[in-house]
């Protein structure tokens, strides 16, 4: 199982950026797919969740800015990024809980990374 981050990149204060991250690999059920990110000197932080049956999680500070949004036909999460500030440049990280088969206990799976930098 393997997911697949892209999108990062360069964006002025106030624009918009689009990540997604692709789960590939012999899936049976995803149970969740979130983002984090980690800036420079800090610690991981998950910034939005997506839990099957519930309604999206967000940090306190995306919220109004960030979507989180999950395509099930193709096991993808996207995250809709407005209104960006310095203060969002970190490496972001898609993670997914899933079930490899109906039986058996889930596991966690992490992307590679991908960088956003909000500069002017």
């Known amino acids: 199982v393997q997911l697949q981050a892209s999108g990062g990149g360069l964006v002025q204060p106030g624009g918009s950026l689009q990540l997604s991250c692709a789960v590939s690999?012999?899936?049976?059920?995803?149970?969740?797919m979130a983002w984090y990110r980690q800036a420079p000197g800090k610690q991981r932080e998950l910034v939005a969740i997506?839990?099957?049956?519930?309604?999206?999680n967000y940090a306190d500070s995306v919220k109004g800015r960030f979507t989180i949004g999950r395509d099930r036909a193709d096991n993808t999460v996207y995250l809709q990024m407005n209104s960006l500030k310095p203060e969002d440049t970190a490496v972001y990280y898609c993670?997914?809980?899933?079930?490899?088969?109906?039986?058996?206990?889930?596991?966690?799976?992490w992307g590679q990374g991908t960088q956003v930098t909000v500069s002017s």
């Open positions: 690999g012999s899936i049976f059920r995803i149970n969740v």
């Open positions: 997506n839990t099957s049956g519930l309604m999206p």
């Open positions: 993670y997914a809980n899933a079930n490899r088969a109906r039986w058996g206990t889930s596991d966690d799976y």
